[in-house]
């Protein structure tokens, strides 16, 4: 198989669009990717045919509508090899997948148990944890980042001891794009009798995931990362975990029966799945998947690979850009500082030749303060994306520095 | 100041806007206007760290943006500050329209209408990483406060 980039372009509608009087460059696929027609296809599909509330449909829309959503269950555990369906929580996103292992597995977490976490994490993994932290008095340890944007592994050995009850890693970081050895941090944890959480939002993007291989307990994505829609996520945890963990939110779905005294909690999935699920949602995330796996994915990331190279290669004459990340494993993510511009002039000017990049701190203060930055401007590649995009983006980033000159 | 100066009531905000669309009008495209901005913004006197509080601080999150207000009499200064350069120039055109007016000129002026007169439209968007409207907000807010003194 191979892959041919300008195809898959086409099958993208909202790329052909202009911006400010020119072609879109997306570079922000990091922070949201954008849609294939069949994902919109399918999510206008089941509103248009086969939708009605799920899991009690005695009625036809009702079954179809519920044969989407378990389709999409199954769908996802092939995807990331999961042992089966039951093994995969949708939630709205991967911010509420963390939240949810982190309160209801982190229930019973005592004062002075620990959770280690890296200086690297988004905030959907690490506020989390805080709050978990402020309310049972565990004890949050931190793995430092290199200057060149990798995890000290040393580090990380020496932070696991007995009361680690958790070890929660950003398998690609959303600002470096460094590949995180998470198959060994994973081993290492579990000798100490630790759990393990990734968070997977860019990984499950351009990796091709085996959480059994990775050997963790839990994985978090999203699906609109991954160029499927916004509003559903995915919690992959272990089935003997989340078997042993108490709900997350009560209401309709997840319960196995209810009276006025007392009420028992059916069986995971479901059991963390309370209220009418997002069936729209799931058909467009199953759709995405669907798509993705139809394309040559070792194709794609090696494509994505190249226009990062021939980025930085465009880059390397000048000696104004700091680059962010430059660990060995690093996927198509591009963080940097123009010199004598803030990320935010940078954005603003690249967006009036059409380029769309991030400026801000990415939703990852603490890695900010570790680069004694505020923020940074971000340029991150998708399957789309072309030499094209590549190019106008350098371009406008020559022509950016003249307005700061 | 002196009681002569006070009172006279200060020059309107619209007089400042005029001025700007004066020098506005001479530019072309885009890049002359944001150039302009950029200019602006370098000519605004930079606030001292010591001013550079949480306190001033106007909540952004791709930039930083500082306030700090003056009363003086029946009227309020402002001086404001950012990282970028960008949002240095837009606050430069703020202080412009709202320094050393009274309270009731600030709180009858429509700086939206304002910025989209001068071909800056995008720049008070709601968009939280742009801290301008916030501190829109706060000039409005102190306004509001001293107008009930």
């Given amino acids: 198989m191979s892959f041919d980039p300008y195809a898959a372009r086409a099958e993208f509608p909202i790329l052909s669009r202009q911006v400010n009087g020119r072609p879109l460059a997306y570079l922000d696929s990091a922070a949201s990717a954008q849609k294939p027609q069949a994902v919109i296809d399918a999510m206008v599909r089941t509103m248009t045919h086969s939708y009605a509330n799920v899991h009690r449909g005695i009625h036809t829309l009702g079954n179809e509508a519920t044969e989407a959503y378990e389709g999409a269950r199954e769908t996802v555990a092939r995807f990331i090899k999961a042992a089966g369906p039951h093994e995969i929580v949708f939630t709205k996103g991967a911010t509420e997948a963390i939240n949810l292992v982190a309160s209801s597995f982190g229930r019973d977490f005592q004062p002075g148990d620990e959770i280690v976490l890296t200086e690297m994490e988004h905030h959907a993994n690490l506020v989390p944890w805080r709050m978990l932290a402020e309310r049972t008095g565990a004890v949050i340890r931190y793995v430092p980042v290199t200057e060149e944007g990798a995890l000290d592994l040393a580090a990380f050995r020496a932070l696991l001891n007995p009361r680690t009850r958790m070890v929660a890693v950003v398998h690609m970081s959303n600002v470096l794009g460094t590949v995180n050895p998470v198959a060994e941090m994973a081993a290492a944890a579990r000798e100490v009798g630790a759990a393990v959480l990734l968070d997977g939002c860019q990984a499950a993007v351009h990796a091709e995931v085996d959480v059994q291989a990775l050997g963790c307990d839990f994985y978090a994505f999203s699906g609109h990362k991954l160029y499927g829609p916004t509003g559903i996520g995915v919690l992959w945890g272990k089935a003997e975990r989340l078997e042993a963990m108490p709900p997350y939110q009560g209401g309709g779905e997840m319960i196995e029966s209810v009276s006025l005294e007392r009420v028992t909690y059916g069986p995971p999935p479901g059991r963390f799945e309370a209220g009418t699920p997002q069936v729209i949602e799931a058909a467009g995330l199953k759709a995405a998947i669907d798509w993705l796996q139809a394309q040559d994915r070792s194709a794609i990331a090696a494509h994505e690979r190249a226009l990062y190279d021939h980025t930085l290669e465009r880059l390397r004459g000048a000696n104004d850009i700091r680059i962010f990340g430059e660990a060995p494993d690093k996927g198509a993510i591009l963080s940097f500082e123009l010199q004598g511009a803030h990320a935010h002039d940078v954005a603003q000017i690249l967006d009036r030749y059409g380029v769309a990049v991030r400026a801000g701190t990415h939703c990852a203060e603490p890695l900010m303060h570790r680069f004694g930055v505020t923020s940074t401007a971000r340029a991150s590649f998708a399957l789309y994306n072309t030499r094209e995009d590549a190019d106008a983006f350098v371009d406008a980033l020559d022509k950016a520095r003249t307005f700061f000159a | ?149």
């Avoid at chain 2, 952004?60 to 700090?68: D, I, R, Y």
Wanted: charged share 25%.
């Fill in chain 2, 1 to 149: 100041m002196t009681a002569a100066v006070l009172e006279h009531a200060p020059s309107p905000p619209e007089a400042a806007l005029a001025e700007l669309a004066e020098e506005f009008e001479l530019l072309g495209d885009w890049e002359e206007r944001y150039r302009h901005v950029i200019d602006l913004g370098r000519e605004l006197q930079p606030l001292s760290p010591v001013e550079r509080t949480d306190a001033n601080k106007v909540r952004g999150c791709a930039s930083q943006v500082w306030l700090v207000t003056e009363p003086q009499g029946d009227r309020l200064q402002f001086r404001g500050d950012s990282d970028a350069h960008i949002v240095r120039g837009l606050i430069a055109i703020l202080l412009r329209l709202y320094s050393g007016r009274s309270p009731d000129q600030i709180l009858n002026f429509d700086a939206k209408v304002a910025f989209a007169g001068l071909g800056l439209s995008g720049a008070l968007s709601t968009q939280r990483s742009n801290g301008l409207n916030a501190m829109l907000a706060r000039i409005r807010a102190d306004a509001e406060r001293l107008a009930e003194n």
